[in-house]
């Protein structure tokens, strides 16, 4: 069973920055495709951006795009975003999965918080 932890969350002003971090355990995550979900208060979870199992694509929300940048380190077993030019929407809790179903158990999670 492969298990996800998020860090690097925080609370930063509009504009700042901050870049998430996801460690996968399990000998499978190279083999598959990843990505960067959110959860705002009272939303449902969304996809934020994604990334192939090697790296050389990837697709954003148009909301995010030019904004953020999702990465990997396969060797790591590690999945990153880079979270630029943050606006007060993009407060939320953000997790790491598969790209598409069916997903591994979630992690908690770690909390951004853009602040004016």
């Known amino acids: 069973q492969v298990q996800l932890v998020e860090s690097g969350g925080g609370l930063v002003q509009v504009g700042g920055s901050l870049r998430l971090s996801c460690a996968a355990s399990?000998?499978?995550?190279?083999?598959?495709?990843m990505a960067w979900f959110r959860q705002a208060p009272g939303k449902e979870r969304e996809f934020v951006a994604g990334?192939?199992?090697?790296?050389?694509?990837?697709d954003y929300i148009d909301s995010v795009k030019g904004r953020f940048t999702i990465s990997r380190d396969n060797a790591k077993k590690m999945v990153y975003l880079q979270m630029n030019s943050l606006k007060q929407e993009d407060t939320a809790v953000y997790y790491c999965?598969?790209?598409?179903?069916?997903?591994?158990?979630w992690g908690q999670g770690t909390q951004v918080t853009v602040s004016s």
């Open positions: 999965n598969t790209r598409t179903e069916p997903y591994w158990t």
């Open positions: 399990g000998r499978t995550f190279s083999s598959w495709d």
């Open positions: 990334i192939r199992w090697s790296g050389g694509s990837t």
